[in-house]
């Protein structure tokens, strides 16, 4: 058996598992940006009790999170979306009917692999982006306040 008939045994698995990977990213991605929410809150309320180490390391934790899955989210959609496409294109070399139907229907189930990476990818980055921001704003307005 040659490397590219075990890839490609490989490749005939589809996009499932790509959906179940970005399914549960997306789960992790709305925890986090739940609790950062909550946390930010309760930081802002209580902001001059902290030790200046103390505040950063609150504010910046699970930041790498959302950034990793803003950053990787679309390319793993796109892998699904690939396998997707091999088995798609699979599925026409080996089907006794030739016709449109046989890809079509692949491929579109395919391209939903594309449309969850960029569900999970999209808020991720934006929710990073405000933490960030707000984090810059909190320590600026705590290194305000201890002078």
Do not use: W
Not at 68 to 76: C, K, S, V
Not at 98 to 114: D, K, N, P, Q
Request: aromatic content about 10%; hydrophobic content about 55%; charged content about 20%.
């Amino acid at each position: 058996m040659s490397i590219t008939e075990i890839v490609l045994k490989l490749a005939l698995i589809g996009g499932d598992p790509v959906l179940y990977i970005l399914l549960i990213m997306s789960i992790i991605n709305f925890a986090i940006i739940i609790e950062r929410f909550i946390t930010y809150k309760t930081i802002e309320k209580n902001l001059t009790k902290f030790k200046p180490l103390e505040l950063k390391i609150s504010l910046e934790k699970r930041l790498g999170i959302l950034a990793t899955f803003g950053n990787n989210a679309p390319f793993i959609g796109l892998f699904g979306t690939v396998l997707g496409i091999i088995k798609a294109f699979h599925s026409l070399s080996t089907s006794t009917e030739f016709g449109v139907r046989v890809v079509m229907a692949g491929i579109s189930e395919a391209l939903v692999a594309t449309a969850m990476g960029l569900f999970v990818a999209i808020p991720a980055v934006i929710a990073y982006n405000y933490f960030v921001r707000k984090a810059k704003f909190l320590m600026m307005v705590y290194e305000e306040s201890k002078k």
